[in-house]
Every structure is written in C-alpha cells, then in structure tokens.
C-alpha cells in the first residue's frame, strides 16, 4: 500500500470517529433538553442510543438513571448509577444519586457507604452531609448523627436544618430539654422553617403543654398552611384548652386540605357526637368506615349514634360486629338488647340479657364490667373498646425527612411562584394548558395549513408536551418520514414546508440544534416567511433556559443568544405585525433579559391585539410586579385570573395584599 493510500484511509476513519463523536454528544445535548423539559421517557430514549453507540462512556448511564429516578425506578437508578461508577469511579454526582436512589429503597447503609465515598471526593458538600445524617437517624445510629451533626455545626455554624436534626436525635434519645434547646437555636438562625415549629409544638404536646404548643402550631400554619398534620395537631392542642369551636375549626380545614383524613373524620365525628350533631357525626363515622371497614372503635361509636337516632337496625348491625369480635363486651349486649326490646323482637333481647345476666353470676371468670377511661387521647393502633370516645392521635409524632435533591423534577420547579407563562410556539398537537377555553388562532399558521395541506396540520401551544414511550417513536417515525421526503424533493421551494413540519417535530422531541437548523435552512429558500422566525425565536430562547440552568454563570453567552432571538421575532413582527403571538414572545425576551419597559411595551400591544390573551396579562402583571407597581399589577392578575388562569389570585393574595 502507498503512502497516499494510508493517508487516505486514516483520514477517513479519523473523520468517521469525529462524526460518531458528534453524534454521541449531539445525543447528550438533545437527552439532557428532555430531562430539563421533564420528558424523561423521551430522553431515555436518547440516552439508549448514545449507550447502545458507546456503552463505555459514564454519562449516558448516569443521565439515564436521572430519567428513571424522575419515574420511580429506584432500582434502575441504582443499576445505571452503579454502570457509570464502574466506568468512572471519581464523579460525586453519581454516588450522591445512588445514594438517593438507595433511600428510596429503605437501603440506608448502602446509601451511606455512598455518601462515604462521595465525601472523600468532595468534603465540602453539605448536602452530602445532611443526606448522610438522615441515614444515621433511620438507622438508629443516634450517636453517630450526633457525632457528624458536631462536625457539621462546626464547619456550618449558620446551618438552620443541622439544628433541626440535633433535636430530632434527641428527640429519639427522649432528652427533650436539649431537643428544645436545639430547636430554638434553629429558629434564631431561620424562623421560617414551618417543621421546627411543629417539632417544637410536638414536644409541647407530649409535656401537655397546650397553650405552648398552639403557639408554635399557629406559627407552623402560617409558613405552610397547606399541612393538614399541623391543625389536627393544634386541635388537639385547643380542645384540651376547652376551645371547641377552634377545635373544630381546625378539623374542617384539615378536611379541606385532605380530605381522606383518617385522624380528622374520627375526631370530628366525637366532637359532633359531643354537641348533639348526632346525624353529621353519623355521616364522619361512615367515612371512616368507608375508610377502614373493620375499626370496632368507629363501628361501636356509630351505632351509638344510630340507636339514639332512632335507626334502631342500623345500630343492631353495628353492634352485632363488635359483638362478634368481643364477645364479652357487656356494655354492647345490653345496648344490642334494649334495640331488640324496642323493635319487639322479645327472643333476641332476652338472649342478650341473659348472657349479661350469666356473666354478672360468674364475673370472677368473665371479668369485671369495663368502665369507661377518663383520659382524652388514645393512640390510633390502641384497640381497647373502653377508650371508643377518646380523641385519637398518630401512634408516632416524627419530623419530616427532608433530602437533600437536586435530581428531582426540574430546574423551573426549583424556582419561585413568580415564573412568567411560557411563549406561544408551533406543535402538531394542542397540548392541555391552564386556560382552557381559549383556543389560539394565527392567520399566516391557518394559511400555511390551506395551502399545504398534504402534510399534517400545525397549531399553536404554550405547554411543552410530555411524551410516552409511543407518543416518542411516533415522532421519531415522523421525522424518519419527513427526512425521506425530503431526499426526493428537488425543488427547494416545495421542501420548505417540509423542513417546517419536520423543525417542529424536532422541537417536540427536544431536538432544539437541528430544529434550528432545517428553520435557517427554510429562511435561506423563503425570508419572507413569519414562521421559520417565530419557531426559531422560540427554539434559540428554549436553548437560553437550559444554558442557564446548566451553567448560571454563563450570563454573557445567554445574553448574545438572546439578542438572535430578539432579532428573529423582530423580523417575524414586520412580516406579520398583527399577531398578537409574537408582541407577547419577544415581550417574554426582554423580560427574561430585565427590559421590563420593553416588555410591558410588547404586552400592552398584545393584549390590544387580543384582549382575551391571559397569558399576556398574568406575565404583565409580574413585570409591574418587579417594577413595585402593586395597583397595576393587581389590576393585571385579576384580568388574567377572570380569564381562566386562577392562579393569579394566589399571586395577588401572596404578594399584592401586603400592607
């Protein structure tokens, strides 16, 4: 073989490896879009590929078993993060996922065995700590918490949630004065953690402590109002304090909040049965039985309140399974009987009497006649028939585990409640969205759709698709079908719409790179076209998001690429200057970019285009919001609440109502 023909052929195979390499990481790209628009399905998809193409690479394993972590496969997580150790032993973000993986599973010594190694890597990572800690406690390794909580206190003197933990310890350890003690030193460094409180309120329920603890409770409710445990706790709390009607208050709202509440329905049904409400707490009593059919204590209780409201079978049939049950249960066959005497069936009372009877003659062998207990709680597995009308509380009062996890849902979900509605884009499909009666409508889209109308129809969304394993191959078969079509096409005007249909199914699969690509494509053939500009516009800014979710600090580079995607909407407005769409995406930019001018300028000319655009009065709102206009921006979110996006309201309770 001659020189030039080696040369030849190590240059093709080096350009054969470049070109696989690209696609490897074009793969990764496209994969991690997926994970960041929560499509994890799809994205495993992709992460398949690029492991099926190069199973030798750590990545694909470990962003696939951030997918399945996202979907519940604890196990698969753990067998793909346990591949990409195998291949990299030296990445801390994989041991720290295996580890959550592992807690999943109540495998809390593995999971410390992996944060073990992930700390040796990276000391100074607290979440490891923390998560480390937690472990411990689950353990019942009390002092070698406390022990890691000492180290941890002493590197991280401000670290609110390490004190909560030092309590919990001892907690556990009963020690509840240095529980107290660790609770409030807590609060002092962060009074805005809803579970300190109610840990603190916890401990003044044990010590029966009921004004103190409602204290602690109501300061629990106002940081996290929607926590059904907190006011069955502050119930308890205030009916111990003779408050009945804050008492019931308390359960209600529990009820509200959740209405399968076991501990609410019961406690709830006592107290109406307490105050005569005899036929309300008949209708808790039923709930709980709905609930748990077998509860002797809920059964005996309702066919109380049967028999004194007259349902006299009603109470027979309820009584008659407690008595199945307990067959020595005096108190019961006597009620039974004296039902039986009312409805004249003679035979049954008089069996029942005469069991009571028997049993009063040789008490020494049946035992004596139970007598009601006074004291107002019992736990909830306690099944003593004598304590039928007492409160029930939970059998263990225990702060909640907080992990630490960066893995779960994405980065949008980690942010505040103050995220602006998404832009308006072309899909294939209308995906569900908040509003659901508006259906969004753009003439050059509809014209587009007349005068191709071959090819499947386009239609605007602002909700990104979530994609199951079908609805991804479906697109994937799209794609494989546009392409094709495309190789046959000579001429470049009819490959236009061609290259449209198939940059909009990349776009649904996260494809932003070779979306954009087939748009320019189109644009070179046809720049008088609004579309290619708008989609464009609309894949370049999905691209901005993720930059910065990966890489916060990338602000310069997320900048310029805003400024193309501002030049692509321009461009689209003076090709189609009276679609509303478009003023309310570019105002979303400038927004995004801190141009809140600008922004309001964009949205005010969408909604007079089209007053009936929620979207572009809730995002207004926020702008005015930011610019500390409260009154416009009440008067904004309250148009777009009317307008079927209710979560306004909660904006305006939350932020606009502050004196």
Request: aromatic residues 10%; glycine residues 4%.
């Amino acid at each position: 073989m001659n020189r030039k023909t080696v040369f030849t052929i190590t240059m093709l195979l080096w350009s054969l490896s470049t070109i696989a390499q690209y696609n490897i990481d074009r793969l990764l790209i496209i994969g991690r879009n997926a994970l960041y628009f929560e499509d994890y399905v799809l994205s495993i998809q992709y992460f398949n590929q690029a492991i099926n193409a190069k199973p030798y690479l750590y990545e694909p394993w470990f962003y696939r078993a951030v997918a399945k972590y996202n979907l519940d496969d604890f196990i698969g997580a753990e067998a793909d993060c346990s591949q990409a150790i195998s291949i990299n032993p030296f990445v801390t973000n994989i041991y720290e996922l295996r580890g959550l993986a592992r807690i999943q599973q109540q495998k809390f010594s593995d999971a410390i065995t992996d944060y073990n190694k992930a700390l040796k890597y990276d000391p100074e990572n607290q979440s490891l700590w923390h998560n480390r800690v937690l472990c411990h406690i689950q353990n019942k390794e009390y002092d070698t918490a406390l022990c890691e909580l000492d180290t941890m206190l002493t590197r991280w003197k401000r670290y609110a949630r390490g004190y909560a933990m030092q309590a919990e310890v001892y907690i556990h350890k009963e020690d509840t004065t240095k529980a107290i003690q660790s609770l409030n030193q807590s609060i002092d460094i962060d009074p805005y953690e809803s579970s300190t409180w109610q840990a603190l309120a916890g401990i003044s329920l044990s010590r029966k402590k009921w004004k103190d603890a409602e204290k602690n409770l109501d300061k629990a409710i106002h940081l996290q109002p929607k926590n059904a445990a907190n006011y069955i706790n502050r119930a308890l709390a205030r009916i111990n304090q003779n408050n009945l009607r804050g008492t019931m208050a308390d359960y209600d709202m529990a009820l509200d909040i959740d209405p399968n509440n076991f501990l609410a329905h019961y406690n709830r049904g006592l107290l109406r049965a307490q105050v005569g409400d005899d036929n309300r707490a008949i209708t808790d009593f039923d709930f709980v039985l709905h609930l748990e059919p077998d509860n002797l204590m809920a059964l005996y209780n309702r066919a109380l309140l049967l028999d004194k409201t007259g349902n006299l079978r009603g109470a027979i049939r309820d009584y008659s399974k407690v008595i199945e049950e307990f067959p020595n249960f005096w108190t019961g066959l006597q009620s039974r009987a004296s039902c039986y005497r009312r409805l004249g069936m003679t035979k049954q009372a008089e069996a029942d009497e005469f069991r009571v009877y028997k049993a009063q003659l040789y008490k020494s062998l049946y035992g004596i006649q139970p007598r009601l207990n006074k004291k107002q709680l019992r736990k909830r597995s306690d099944k003593d028939l004598e304590k039928y009308n007492q409160l029930v509380v939970a059998d263990e009062q225990e702060m909640e585990h907080q992990y630490k996890n960066d893995y779960r849902g994405r980065v949008q979900n980690r942010q505040t409640d103050l995220d602006p509605m998404a832009m308006y884009g072309m899909a294939f499909e209308r995906n569900k969205s908040e509003v659901e009666t508006y259906v969004p409508f753009d003439r050059t889209v509809d014209e587009f759709n007349q005068t191709t109308p071959n090819g499947k129809p386009l239609c605007l969304t602002s909700s990104t698709a979530i994609l199951d394993e079908r609805s991804t191959r479906t697109y994937f078969d799209l794609i494989a079908s546009l392409s094709a079509e495309l190789t046959m096409t000579k001429d470049e005007r009819k490959a236009t719409p061609i290259l449209l249909r198939r940059a909009i199914a990349y776009s649904v699969v996260q494809n932003f790179q070779d979306a954009v690509e087939d748009l320019t494509s189109f644009i070179a053939v046809d720049s008088l076209s609004a579309l290619p500009y708008w989609q464009r516009g609309v894949c370049r800014m999905k691209q901005v998001d993720i930059m910065l979710s990966a890489d916060t600090k990338n602000h310069d580079a997320a900048d310029m690429k805003m400024v193309a995607v501002i030049d692509d909407f321009n461009r689209a407005i003076e090709l189609n200057q009276q679609c509303a769409y478009l003023y309310y995406d570019r105002g979303n930019v400038f927004a995004q970019r801190g141009d809140l001018e600008k922004a309001i300028a964009d949205f005010d000319k969408a909604i007079e285009i089209d007053a009936n655009l929620a979207e572009a009065h809730y995002n207004r709102g926020l702008a005015h919001l930011r610019q500390k206009h409260t009154d416009l921006a009440v008067k904004d979110l309250s148009k777009a609440g009317e307008l079927g996006l209710y979560k306004a309201y909660g904006i305006i309770k939350k932020y606009c109502n502050k004196k």
